[in-house]
């Protein structure tokens, strides 16, 4: 370890399970010499494994509704007040769509499902910043990301109303990340991740098969959850300290292709096959 995070205090949203990216970064953070706390609602602190991450790490676990401005305040609050200061990193890793879960698809929505996926997967990342800000809990020079999606500028097949609520998720990080930076000298960016088999990406339609395309398509491969950790580790350093406003492609090169050879010759292996249709 590079001990990036020595005497640094973070807060980490969203770790369920030993396949949650939240879960992979905790634990990067943990050995890089961080010290934060870990927060999910209380459903998923019941149902996942986030007690076992948190005796790991010697984190607190916080129970706290993301949508919800006084659990947030507490969070922050609590975690000031367990970790002996104002906070240094935040990492914002939570989505949920039920009209994913429920098989509804983008041309059917229903739209108490939608406000649901953009309030959870995009306006808590603002209701974060917004209680962050306003209590001043956020050190000069500290870092906020959130993980985000190519779909959120070009359409994949099965991602729904996810790729709105990506969408709406790095338009705030440019907003807020503008009012930070010029205010507080705060980063607030935003990486944009290859598909993961994390628990709640599990659920998207087809994810093996869009796997298996973006492994065809991206020169390096899809990148891994505890690839991704490292780049948060990066990104919640000094080394990136003038890094702001961005959405960051940590995939493989999949985002700058527009054909591989490998995706190139399935491609024509398949039109053996399908001559005959339309």
């Known amino acids: 370890m590079y001990n990036l995070l020595k005497g640094k205090r973070g807060i980490i949203f969203g770790a369920l399970d030993n396949k949650s990216i939240a879960w992979k970064v905790a634990e990067r953070a943990h050995k890089e010499g961080a010290k934060f706390t870990l927060t999910n609602t209380s459903v998923a602190i019941r149902f996942g494994q986030i007690d076992e991450l948190a005796e790991k790490c010697g984190a607190e676990v916080i129970a706290a509704d993301a949508t919800n401005?006084?659990?947030?305040?507490?969070?922050?609050?609590?975690?000031?007040?367990?970790?002996?200061?104002?906070?240094?990193?935040?990492?914002?890793?939570?989505?949920?769509?039920?009209?994913?879960?429920?098989?509804?698809?983008?041309n059917d929505l229903d739209y108490s499902y939608l406000n649901k996926t953009l309030d959870i997967s995009a306006i808590s990342f603002h209701k974060v910043l917004q209680v962050a800000h306003k209590s001043d809990a956020i050190n000069k020079w500290g870092s906020v990301v959130a993980l985000s999606y190519i779909a959120a500028q070009r359409t994949l097949y099965g991602y729904n109303d996810?790729?709105?609520?990506?969408?709406?998720?790095?338009?705030?990080?440019?907003?807020?990340?503008?009012?930070?930076?010029?205010?507080?000298?705060?980063?607030?960016?935003?990486?944009?991740?290859?598909?993961?088999?994390?628990?709640?990406?599990?659920?998207?339609?087809?994810?093996?098969?869009?796997?298996?395309?973006?492994?065809?398509?991206?020169?390096?491969?899809?990148?891994?959850?505890?690839?991704?950790?490292?780049y948060c580790i990066v990104m919640f350093s000094d080394l990136t300290k003038k890094v702001t406003m961005q959405n960051l492609f940590h995939d493989g090169g999949f985002s700058n292709m527009g054909m591989s050879l490998k995706a190139m010759s399935m491609y024509n292996k398949s039109l053996e096959d399908t001559d005959d249709i339309d």
């Not at 914002?92 to 769509?97: Q, T």
């Not at 996810?162 to 930076?181: N, T, V």
């Open 162 to 230: 996810m790729a709105d609520a990506k969408s709406l998720l790095e338009s705030i990080a440019r907003s807020f990340g503008y009012i930070y930076g010029r205010q507080r000298k705060i980063r607030v960016n935003t990486i944009s991740q290859s598909p993961t088999p994390t628990t709640a990406g599990s659920g998207i339609k087809d994810l093996a098969g869009l796997m298996d395309f973006t492994e065809r398509m991206s020169p390096l491969g899809n990148a891994t959850a505890d690839e991704c950790a490292d």
């Open 69 to 106: 401005i006084k659990d947030l305040e507490h969070v922050f609050e609590r975690s000031m007040e367990v970790l002996g200061g104002k906070i240094d990193f935040v990492l914002h890793s939570i989505g949920m769509s039920l009209n994913v879960r429920k098989k509804r698809v983008y």
